[in-house]
């Protein structure tokens, strides 16, 4: 497996990450679509599945160098320092860039939809390069992930739902997979669910617990993480599932699955289409400059993206 090296490598994965927290935190662009568009998504599955819990057999040994070495070795060979860069970057767009993306999406919904459309459009096509879709089998396969993603997307099937800790380390379970699977939102799942309201108000209540506990009450605080907690292990029990699903289907069915998880980020352009055009309140050259400049821009970031990236290797 190729491994990044210099500060360059390392940062582009870091910003990698950024962009995938940033898009899974507000219900419109998939974690797992960002990861496709930015050519990690392979390397990511790979390891997510390389993780062995026996690497633990190293730790009464780290007091020696010997033990330090070995642990390092098994961490390079699964690859865990790619996924802590990309997680430290999704973990920072949590705290910091998914603020400035919600409040895009909730104040200038239109452009901002735009822009994600044209984002996921052009991703599309580069991506196709890459897939022959030229078999029955094929575009029976593409048609089918066109259909998932444009049916689970439908804006109309957001409702509410009573929140318990079963339903909310369910909700994990299933939000994450958008992490794994491009096309569909993890925060658009939430919101199918009728949870998105409050998971996303989980950081809030923790941040809020922890001030109440240097004050000396520290009930808010076991009170909010005890639901952090079990949507946090619902999270993680789907992201490995659904990541050995992937890495089996990959490694059966390559050139298959690729077709599918293209075409599930074809599906998902319902979205941004439908949001768009319900925040248009009529056609003139304004509305279409708004609309069409963030469209244009999203093609364009992806094409540089393409070129720029090219040499290095994920």
């Not at 992930?145 to 909700?171: C, E, M, Q, R, W």
Request: hydrophobic fraction near 55%; charged fraction near 10%.
């Amino acid at each position: 497996m190729s491994r990044p090296t210099g500060l360059r490598a390392w940062l582009a994965i870091y910003l990698k990450g950024v962009c995938m927290g940033s898009a899974d935190t507000v219900p419109g662009v998939s974690g797992g679509t960002i990861a496709v568009i930015l050519g990690i998504y392979e390397r990511l599955i790979a390891a997510l599945t390389a993780l062995d819990p026996a690497i633990v057999r190293h730790l009464p040994t780290l007091h020696t160098t010997e033990g330090r070495s070995a642990l390092a070795a098994d961490l390079r060979r699964a690859d865990v320092p790619f996924l802590l860069a990309l997680g430290a970057g999704a973990l920072s767009a949590a705290a910091t860039v998914a603020t400035v993306m919600h409040v895009a999406v909730t104040r200038y919904p239109a452009p901002t939809y735009a822009f994600f459309f044209g984002l996921i459009g052009a991703s599309a096509i580069v991506l196709y390069r890459y897939v022959e879709i030229g078999t029955p089998r094929r575009i029976a396969v593409a048609a089918i992930g066109f259909l998932v993603a444009f049916s689970i997307t439908d804006p109309s099937l957001a409702g509410t739902s009573t929140t318990t800790l079963p339903v909310l380390f369910a909700a994990g379970a299933i939000a994450i997979s958008a992490m794994i699977l491009p096309g569909i939102s993890g925060a658009f799942l939430l919101l199918l669910m009728g949870q998105y309201e409050y998971v996303s108000g989980i950081p809030r209540r923790v941040f809020a617990g922890l001030l109440d506990a240097l004050g000396g009450n520290v009930d808010p605080l076991v009170d909010s993480l005890v639901p952090f907690v079990v949507f946090v292990s619902g999270a993680l029990v789907g992201l490995f599932s659904v990541a050995y699903a992937v890495r089996a289907a990959l490694n059966r069915y390559r050139e298959d699955t690729f077709v599918f998880l293209v075409s599930l980020m074809v599906g998902a352009l319902r979205l941004p289409i439908r949001e768009v055009t319900d925040n248009v309140a009529a056609v003139s050259s304004t509305t279409v400059f708004v609309v069409v400049v963030p469209a244009v821009l999203g093609v364009v970031a992806v094409l540089l993206l393409d070129r720029y990236t090219v040499d290095l290797e994920y």
